[in-house]
């Protein structure tokens, strides 16, 4: 028997040192010391493969769990420590000069998103609890900096994991969405289990449903890839059949409404039509619906029907205001919102603050049989009404600002890009994207990773695409 090198003393050392912690943690009841040679191990790739290591982050995001959920505190694992990990790591390269791509970082986006950013810390510092303010900023930054910042480096630095990444949380979305529905099978597809059988993963099946609807336009566009072979194109279409499933089985009206509003989107550009002239009929739209506001409302009022099994009842109550609760308790929350911005019209009342300070301002003419007074029943449910309450005016400009830069790029890309398959999967992000801020009239999940890790993942791949049109734009010119 040969000898023990160095290397297999050390090996062997550190396996009695693990096993004497471990029994030490087994004795304290500390279970979590177990999880260090896992928590060993990516570190060790955010130190020297970022790309690996974003791509783990990537696929836990559609498998993580809310502590809050089975006990604990409010911590998405194991996303948010590695999202932290992701903020220290960006600090340490800024301090070595190890700097992301400057073409990135100097995107008109990026810098609406850093002034998004400053003007939530600005507040957070006026803010009604600060505390609470603090935490919704720095999750915000790391969601920021580990999908938008990270993400798009690696992007643009290697193109070849722009796919990759959509296919990493897709898949595992396509996991949870038949853990969902092997659980649903068990209740008879019944519309309140629908509610919340695909908990611990998603909270509830309306965050369950956005995500959804963002990840089905980039997936229907991968499906046509010319870059796969058959048997790639069959497995992917097997994984959007997969998400359509889930999708009518969440029972989520607003994700149904976003998807359909996008498929309108996309017809209209197809045929031609230019962003300018699709905004002037937005604006006439709305001021003419302002124009019959009370008639359109007295129609609403005659909508009895509330959600229900049946798919089709269930479609035909997402306008009922009369009688639905949950339609009734949005107005309720929306409310508000509103009266919360009258208060405090230009700061707001602190990022992430609203579920604790609404309550008092419901009207008793607004409430329902499902609001509460505890701040345990969520937020505004809205993107723009939220900001609008906690961040003042600019809070809600900000984050409709970011909804013009989407389309801005969007109709750009459909334009500019010259390579079909390119074209698709840009188009496919955009519309996924565009779901989402469709969605956000009616719901806001930008808390949680779940929504997060699209939201600022497909925004950094429209900044990346841009950058390389304009690129192409300039060497074009310059050759002439």
Same mark, same amino acid.
């Given at each position: 028997?040969?000898?023990?090198?160095?290397?297999?003393?050390?090996?062997?050392?550190?396996?009695?040192?693990?096993?004497?912690?471990? !029994?030490?943690?087994?004795?304290?009841?500390?279970?979590?010391?177990?999880?260090?040679?896992?928590?060993?191990?990516?570190?060790?790739?955010?130190?020297?493969?970022?790309?690996?290591?974003?791509?783990?982050?990537?696929?836990?995001?559609?498998?993580?769990?809310?502590?809050?959920?089975?006990?604990?505190?409010?911590?998405?694992?194991?996303?948010?420590?590695?999202?932290?990990?992701?903020?220290?790591?960006?600090?340490?390269?800024?301090?070595?000069?190890?700097?992301?791509?400057?073409?990135?970082?100097?995107?008109?986006?990026?810098?609406?998103? !850093?002034?998004?950013?400053?003007?939530?810390?600005?507040?957070?510092?006026?803010?009604?609890?600060?505390?609470?303010?603090?935490?919704?900023?720095?999750?915000?930054?790391?969601?920021?900096?580990?999908?938008?910042?990270? @993400?798009?480096?690696?992007?643009?630095?290697?193109?070849?994991?722009?796919?990759?990444?959509?296919?990493? *949380? !897709?898949?595992?979305?396509?996991?949870?969405? &038949?853990?969902?529905?092997?659980?649903?099978?068990?209740?008879?597809?019944?519309?309140?289990?629908?509610?919340?059988?695909?908990?611990?993963?998603?909270?509830?099946?309306?965050?369950?449903?956005?995500?959804?609807?963002?990840? &089905?336009?980039?997936?229907?566009?991968?499906?046509?890839?010319?870059?796969?072979?058959?048997?790639?194109?069959?497995?992917?279409?097997?994984?959007?059949?997969?998400?359509?499933?889930?999708? %009518?089985?969440?029972?989520?009206?607003?994700?149904?409404?976003?998807?359909? !509003?996008?498929?309108?989107?996309?017809?209209?550009?197809?045929?031609?039509?230019?962003?300018?002239?699709?905004?002037?009929? @937005?604006?006439?739209?709305?001021?003419?619906?302002?124009? &019959?506001?009370?008639?359109?409302?007295?129609?609403?009022?005659?909508?009895? $029907?509330?959600?229900?099994?049946?798919?089709?009842?269930?479609?035909?109550?997402?306008?009922?205001?009369?009688?639905?609760?949950?339609?009734? /308790?949005? +107005?309720?929350?929306?409310?508000?919102?509103?009266?919360?911005?009258? /208060?405090?019209?230009?700061?707001?009342?602190?990022?992430?603050?609203? $579920?604790?300070?609404?309550?008092?301002? $419901?009207?008793?003419?607004?409430?329902?049989?499902?609001?509460?007074?505890?701040?345990?029943?969520?937020?505004?449910?809205? /993107? *723009?009404?939220?900001?609008?309450?906690? $961040?003042?005016?600019?809070?809600?400009?900000?984050?409709?600002?970011?909804?013009?830069?989407?389309?801005?790029?969007?109709?750009?890309?459909?334009?500019?890009?010259?390579?079909?398959? /390119?074209?698709?999967?840009?188009?496919?992000?955009?519309?996924? +994207?565009?779901?989402?801020? %469709?969605?956000?009239?009616?719901?806001?999940?930008?808390?949680?990773?779940?929504?997060?890790?699209?939201?600022?993942?497909?925004?950094?791949?429209?900044?990346?695409?841009?950058?390389?049109?304009?690129?192409?734009?300039?060497?074009?010119?310059?050759?002439?």
């Amino acid at each position: 028997m040969s000898a023990w090198t160095k290397s297999d003393r050390g090996v062997v050392a550190s396996s009695l040192l693990f096993a004497a912690v471990l !029994a030490a943690a087994w004795w304290v009841d500390a279970w979590y010391v177990a999880l260090l040679p896992a928590a060993l191990a990516v570190l060790a790739l955010a130190i020297f493969r970022l790309d690996a290591y974003l791509a783990v982050l990537v696929a836990a995001v559609p498998l993580s769990m809310n502590l809050e959920d089975i006990g604990g505190g409010g911590l998405y694992l194991p996303t948010e420590p590695m999202l932290a990990g992701a903020l220290i790591l960006l600090l340490a390269r800024v301090l070595s000069g190890q700097t992301p791509s400057p073409l990135l970082l100097r995107h008109p986006v990026s810098r609406w998103i !850093a002034a998004s950013l400053a003007w939530i810390a600005f507040t957070t510092l006026l803010s009604w609890d600060p505390l609470i303010s603090f935490k919704f900023l720095v999750a915000r930054t790391w969601f920021v900096v580990g999908f938008f910042v990270f @993400g798009g480096h690696l992007f643009l630095t290697q193109p070849a994991t722009r796919h990759r990444a959509l296919l990493l *949380y !897709a898949f595992p979305l396509a996991v949870v969405v &038949i853990y969902t529905l092997i659980r649903h099978a068990g209740y008879g597809f019944d519309k309140d289990a629908g509610h919340w059988v695909m908990s611990p993963f998603f909270k509830d099946h309306t965050s369950y449903g956005a995500v959804l609807a963002m990840f &089905i336009p980039p997936v229907l566009a991968l499906v046509t890839a010319r870059r796969f072979e058959l048997v790639w194109r069959v497995t992917i279409a097997g994984l959007l059949g997969v998400l359509l499933v889930g999708m %009518v089985l969440s029972y989520t009206r607003a994700a149904w409404v976003s998807l359909a !509003a996008v498929a309108v989107l996309y017809g209209l550009m197809q045929v031609g039509f230019r962003l300018k002239t699709l905004l002037l009929l @937005g604006v006439g739209g709305l001021a003419g619906g302002l124009l &019959i506001l009370d008639a359109v409302l007295i129609q609403l009022e005659r909508n009895d $029907q509330d959600s229900s099994d049946d798919l089709a009842e269930h479609v035909e109550s997402i306008s009922n205001v009369s009688s639905d609760a949950s339609n009734l /308790e949005r +107005l309720n929350r929306w409310s508000c919102a509103l009266a919360l911005f009258e /208060e405090e019209p230009l700061v707001g009342w602190g990022p992430g603050t609203y $579920q604790f300070v609404y309550a008092p301002f $419901q009207r008793s003419e607004h409430r329902t049989i499902i609001s509460t007074n505890n701040a345990d029943g969520g937020n505004a449910h809205s /993107e *723009y009404l939220g900001p609008l309450a906690e $961040q003042g005016i600019p809070g809600a400009l900000f984050m409709v600002g970011l909804f013009g830069w989407v389309l801005h790029l969007g109709f750009r890309l459909h334009r500019k890009l010259r390579n079909s398959d /390119e074209r698709r999967l840009a188009m496919g992000v955009f519309l996924g +994207l565009v779901t989402y801020f %469709v969605h956000g009239v009616l719901n806001n999940y930008l808390d949680t990773d779940k929504a997060s890790a699209p939201f600022w993942g497909f925004l950094a791949l429209l900044v990346v695409w841009d950058l390389e049109v304009s690129r192409r734009t300039a060497e074009s010119a310059e050759s002439r």
